[in-house]
């Protein structure tokens, strides 16, 4: 099962302006998120309109201006960004190589298929972006503890 | 989200011969199946012989063989068939475009998505292969009632 790199990348540029919004430069050119998530910067600049039109990042325009967090970004949970970024269409393709006659119209799989895609996004609807931008904002160098007992 | 290929058209094959379970015929090549689903020949074989592996179909040698459902095959729940059909890597991919700062190791949103999408296939847990026969055997034609109350 995979998510759309539209969406991975679109996750990977709220973290990365997650943590310039702690710094005095919140703002970040769209050149500069393609650079810093290693992506072309046409696909990105796709991932931030669509972003900006969900109202979880806002652009700035002028000559210090960028793209930033809005305002309401930290509050916005995982599962409703993913519902917004992911396509509607169902998680198979009951379309090809050619319409399904089971996996159409009515069929229990299909409708089951599109519960337990619901069911994944509910289990994200209480992680937040500001969950994201503070995991990602820790310091990684620190070794974290899987509580295993130390060996003297 | 998307499930791959490989499951759907598994989850296609399954359907097929359970339908064929039902007749005289319960055993069909998987030139028959291929041409059944409109798939390769090649992708079929590959996608039985990890039906067979999972003990969900059984191949059956001779002049009267094919592919068969196993005896346990209906009582097989959804979820557990495609955590065996789907590959073990993440919904998203951390190591590319080049490896993410954020989302390797031990990163909040990794975890996140992994118990996602653990709770995608725990929603198909109670969804049996049974289930998905019984209503590819179901007349087609029946026009299936949506409880909207009918206008005199």
Chains 1, 2 share one sequence.
Do not use: N, W
Not at 10 to 25: F, K, N, P, W
Not at 29 to 57: F, M, N, Q, W, Y
Not at 86 to 112: F, M, N, Q
Not at 122 to 147: E, F, K, Y
């Amino acid at each position: 099962m995979q998510l759309t790199r539209f969406s991975d990348l679109g996750l990977r540029i709220l973290m990365r302006l997650g943590e310039a919004s702690a710094t005095d430069s919140p703002r970040m050119t769209v050149a500069d998120l393609a650079d810093a998530i290693e992506a072309p910067e046409t696909h990105v600049a796709k991932i931030v309109s669509r972003l900006a039109g969900i109202g979880v990042v806002r652009s700035v325009r002028g000559r210090a201006g960028g793209v930033q967090l809005a305002e309401s970004a930290p509050s916005l949970s995982v599962g409703r960004l993913l519902r917004e970024m992911e396509p509607k269409t169902p998680v198979i393709d009951c379309s090809a190589p050619s319409p399904c006659p089971y996996l159409e119209g009515d069929c229990l799989l299909r409708h089951r298929l599109a519960a337990a895609t619901e069911a994944f996004y509910r289990s994200l609807d209480d992680l937040h972006v500001a969950d994201l931008i503070a995991d990602a904002s820790r310091p990684r160098d620190t070794p974290v503890s899987l509580g295993l007992p130390h060996t003297p």
